[in-house]
C-alpha cells in the first residue's frame, strides 16, 4: 500500500515562497504518474502540476511560472515550489499518484482518476 505524506505547508505573505514535499512509502509502478492538487473551502479539487515518467511537466495556467514541480527519485519525494504567492493561492495542497502514466494527461480536470492520496497540507497566504 502506498502512503503519501506532505510537509511544508504555512502561512506566508503575498509574494513569498514555500516549498512543498510529498514523501511516498514507495512509488507506485515505478513512479508513472505524480501531481499536486489544491482545494480552497467551497471550490472544487484542483490540478495544480503533474509530472509522469518521462518527465513530462503540465501547470495550472494559474500558476504556471511561480510554481515548479520536481522530484528525488532516490527519496521517493515530490517537490512542489512555490513562489511569489497571492492570496487566490490558499487552500490545502494534496499530493497524488497514480500507476498510470496516462493518468497525467487528465490531471486538470481528473482528481478522481487517481488512486493515491497524502492527507494534504494547508497553505495560507496573506495580502
Known amino acids: 500500500q502506498v502512503r503519501l505524506a506532505e510537509s511544508g505547508g504555512g502561512a506566508v505573505q503575498a509574494g513569498g515562497s514555500l516549498t512543498l514535499s510529498c514523501a511516498a512509502s514507495e512509488y507506485p509502478y515505478n513512479r508513472p504518474c505524480m501531481a499536486w492538487f489544491r482545494q480552497a473551502p467551497g471550490k472544487e479539487r484542483e490540478g495544480v502540476a503533474a509530472?509522469?515518467?518521462?518527465?513530462?511537466?503540465s501547470y495550472a495556467d494559474s500558476v504556471k511560472g511561480r510554481f515548479t514541480i520536481s522530484q528525488d527519485n532516490a527519496k521517493n519525494t515530490l517537490y512542489l515550489q512555490m513562489n511569489s504567492l497571492k492570496p487566490e493561492d490558499t487552500a490545502m495542497y494534496y499530493c497524488?499518484?497514480?500507476?498510470?502514466?496516462?493518468?497525467?494527461?487528465?490531471?486538470?480536470?481528473?482528481?478522481?482518476?487517481?488512486?493515491?492520496w497524502g492527507q494534504g497540507t494547508q497553505v495560507t497566504v496573506s495580502s
Open positions: 509530472i509522469d515518467s518521462d518527465g513530462s511537466i
Open positions: 497524488a499518484a497514480d500507476g498510470v502514466k496516462e493518468t497525467c494527461s487528465y490531471y486538470s480536470g481528473g482528481w478522481y482518476l487517481f488512486g493515491y
